[in-house]
Nanobody, 124 residues
């Protein structure tokens, strides 16, 4: 079972930037499509972004397009989420997730590996 560990969360002012990272324990990382989800207090977990095995395909929820960038480094078994132009509504716990399907999946139930989450707080 692959283990995922997120890092990089924190407190930032509106308009600022953060870079989230997710490290995977598996040598098969290059055969996992990866996703980022977030969950704000009192809300359901929401899809943010996904990236294919090779990193050649990416997908974003409309609310973060143009502000967030997902990337991966298969040599280092890591996936990143660069978040620019942060807004207070981006405040949430951010989770990385992995799936063996080589597809850009937006449903949380399609992912079978999850990290513990990292808190992102954006102040106005």
């Amino acid at each position: 079972q692959v283990q995922l560990v997120e890092s990089g969360g924190g407190l930032v002012q509106a308009g600022g930037s953060l870079r989230l990272s997710c490290a995977a324990s598996t040598r098969m990382f290059r055969f996992y499509s990866m996703g980022w989800f977030r969950q704000a207090p009192g809300k359901e977990r929401e899809f943010v972004s996904a990236i294919s095995w090779s990193g050649g395909r990416t997908y974003y929820v409309d609310s973060v397009k143009g502000r967030f960038t997902i990337s991966r480094d298969n040599a280092k078994n890591t996936v990143h989420l660069q978040m620019n132009g942060l807004k207070p509504e981006d405040t949430a716990v951010y989770y990385c997730a992995g799936t063996r399907e080589n597809d850009l999946l937006t449903e949380a139930g399609k992912y079978d590996a999850w990290g513990q989450g990292t808190q992102v707080t954006v102040s106005s």
